[in-house]
């Protein structure tokens, strides 16, 4: 009998799942199935879609289609080009943070650098700021945070250079908080060689020294977030190819596998992947969650998966085990690779 493993459903406050607007690369039910199989009982979509998520009339559409669909919980990010200030207060109730763009990515949504400091000013203290900062603005995010230390999130940390600024900024005393992907902790710029367009993603894959700094500074890092971006076969086989990878139904695995390794602890790990990410975002706490799983050494396969990307950078891998089983508010939700979950069932959370 294979040892099985019981966690408390995951958090991922970082997933791009299309809808409205692409959904032939991702829908609410899709996105959200594979944050079932993945482990994650709530996800928390980025307003990247194809019409940006900046007024209340798109987030309140965007949150109609998700009432229907979602069979995880799920909660959203405001998005901002600096000239939607007026929305902040009308949307401030229903969505966890605002989220902020500074260098270029899917869909070319991208602030103008001088309105960084008007946008920190208009977003209603209390819930985080979170950015796309790279490591060439760095200088800039310090100096906007000394001004106006409002809660501030770096999305995917993903070299030397940004950690040493949250490392730095940290110590200073400064609100900040970081995150890293899955994929910058277990691929590098020689798979993004090797994976061609389907290794493509913003921030790029960095060297294993790069890589090895995040794994010595986890202490530094607060959430592990997917930043689970699916999109085509077709389209990454494309030039060029979008930015972007799915991750939701591998973290957990990777994670645990990496566990294994001793890289990481258990709590270390479940601090990454959910206690954190559940101060930072103000989530009540939930015992009603559940994961089961299984360790029994698996390959990663494309092939199997809820996303409708169908493809990981991930495939041959081999890992400690799967999630089997999910459960949500006691019910089961998800086993043995079945949605078991209404669509619709999932709550939206504010
Ligand atoms: O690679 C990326 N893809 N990075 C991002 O920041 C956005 C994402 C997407 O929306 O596809
Ligand atoms: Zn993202």
């Not at 603005?137 to 106006?148: A, F, G, M, N, P």
């Not at 609100?175 to 899955?182: D, Q």
Request: glycine share 8%.
């Amino acid at each position: 009998m294979a040892q099985t493993i019981s966690l408390p459903g995951l958090i991922d406050p970082h997933v791009h799942l299309r809808d409205p607007g692409q959904t032939h690369k991702e829908d609410f039910l899709t996105g959200t199935s594979a944050a079932l199989a993945g482990g994650f009982t709530t996800v928390m979509d980025m307003p990247n879609n194809a019409e940006p998520i900046t007024t209340l009339a798109r987030l309140e559409a965007k949150i109609a289609s998700a009432e229907s669909q979602t069979v995880s919980d799920i909660g959203f990010h405001f998005g901002t080009l600096g000239d939607n200030l007026d929305e902040f207060e009308k949307v401030i109730d229903k969505v966890k943070g605002l989220k902020i763009y500074l260098n270029v990515t899917t869909g070319g949504f991208i602030i103008d650098k001088s309105k960084l400091a008007q946008i920190y000013e208009a977003w209603p203290a209390g819930k985080p700021i979170l950015l796309h900062a790279e490591d060439d603005v760095s200088d800039l995010v310090l100096s906007t945070l000394k001004q106006i230390p409002k809660a501030t999130h770096m999305c995917h940390v993903s070299n030397r250079a940004e950690l040493e600024l949250v490392i730095k900024a940290k110590d200073a005393g400064l609100p900040i908080t970081c995150g890293v992907t899955p994929h910058h902790l277990f691929l590098t710029d020689k798979d993004a060689e090797r994976l061609g367009g389907f290794g493509m993603v913003k921030p790029f894959l960095k060297p294993a020294m790069d890589q090895k700094f995040l794994w010595d500074h986890l202490d530094y890092i607060d959430l592990i977030e997917s930043d689970h971006a699916p999109h085509t076969k077709s389209e990454k086989q494309g030039t060029p190819p979008p930015f972007g990878l799915p991750g939701l139904e591998t973290t957990l695995a990777l994670m645990l596998t990496a566990e294994a390794e001793g890289k990481l602890n258990r709590q270390q790990l479940l601090d990454r992947l959910r206690n954190n990410a559940a101060r930072i975002f103000n989530i009540p706490p939930d015992d009603t969650t559940s994961v089961r799983f299984e360790m029994n050494e698996q390959i990663i396969s494309g092939d199997n998966l809820q996303t409708k990307a169908g493809w990981t950078p991930y495939a041959d891998k081999h890992v400690v085990g799967k999630v089997s089983k999910v459960t949500i508010r006691n019910e089961v939700v998800y086993e043995d690779g079945q949605i078991l979950a209404k669509p619709g069932s999932g709550h939206i959370i504010s």
